[in-house]
């Protein structure tokens, strides 16, 4: 078990270094998505992962992998994040756990968000 | 105690898909690398995550109140056969045990605000082989969100169809030949 806990943190470890360029996939996705001060609710996409955001629970899928973040992500003012939650590395076709404390930071690109 | 933390680096890039919606027709298979695809899927893996955990309340939600299940599968006699699950049934029925189902090589289009996906699977469960077919979703996307409008699958055995590339699941026993 320790091995492959080792090998699951080698593995994430290269996952630190890859940028996951996501794309919003509104009919007219020239226009950002209405931003709150949080992610936007809604179903993402990009080159490589996928968001699934609503009121409680951000849903992060990487490849054959997935992750959660409980609640809304809040944003800064330049549409940056970092949010805390659960990975895990294993998750198709056949989940297989522990899930582990992740670390998600990215940026809206385009997004500024709301500032009262 | 301290807690190691893995960082994922996302950013967001809501330019993106307009510019591939532009340069592939509807009727096109996108690729793995198409933002529209890859939040499709993500929808349909959630799916399939919430299927063999045996959780329906949260497959229900990835789905829009009016959405439907079609088994679908032929019976000697009788031909073409299916049955009817409503999303609120789906919900009703709350958990299961857990079963692995398991999908590969989708094929995925998206027009607009609707999708679709063929997606060949195998599924098995209580130990053993259970069958393979096809699962075809229609989505629709509400808003921002995609949500599965209907879900029809076939109930086959091979050659009909077949495992899924990896084989035999683990703790598994292979089908009867």
């Not at chain 2, 679709?116 to 921002?144: F, N, R």
Request: charged residues 15%; aromatic residues 6%.
């Amino acid at each position: 078990m320790a091995s492959l806990t080792a090998r699951t943190r080698a593995i994430l470890s290269v996952l630190t270094i890859v940028l996951i360029v996501l794309a919003g996939c509104h009919s007219d996705a020239t226009n950002a998505p209405p931003s709150d001060g949080r992610l936007a609710t809604g179903t993402w996409g990009g080159d490589s992962a996928g968001v699934l955001v609503n009121d409680t629970i951000a849903h992060v899928h990487v490849g054959s992998t997935y992750g959660d973040v409980r609640g809304r992500v809040p944003l800064d003012a330049e549409g940056r994040f970092t949010a805390v939650g659960s990975f895990l590395l294993r998750a198709y076709p056949i989940a297989i756990g522990p899930t582990m404390p992740t670390q998600f930071v990215g940026r809206v690109p385009g997004v500024r968000a709301a500032r009262s | 105690m301290r807690t190691r933390f893995t960082t994922l680096l996302l950013a967001l890039a809501l330019s993106g898909c307009a510019s591939t919606a532009r340069s592939r027709g509807p009727n096109a298979d996108l690729p793995r690398s198409d933002a529209r695809r890859v939040a499709v899927m993500a929808v349909v893996d959630s799916a399939l995550g919430h299927i063999n955990s045996g959780d329906l309340v949260a497959l229900s939600d990835l789905m829009l109140p009016e959405a439907q299940f079609f088994p679908a599968r032929e019976q000697a006699g009788r031909g073409g056969t299916y049955t009817v699950r409503t999303m609120a049934a789906q919900r009703a029925a709350g958990k299961r045990a857990p079963i692995i189902e398991r999908g590969y090589d989708a094929t995925v289009r998206v027009a607009g605000t609707i999708a679709s996906v063929w997606m060949p699977y195998d599924l098995w469960a209580e130990g053993k082989w259970s069958h393979c077919g096809i699962d075809l979703l229609t989505l629709v996307q509400v808003g921002s969100t995609w949500r599965i409008a209907n879900f029809t699958y076939t109930v086959e055995q091979p050659p009909a169809c077949r495992m899924h590339p990896d084989g035999v699941p683990a703790g598994y026993k292979a089908p009867p030949q």
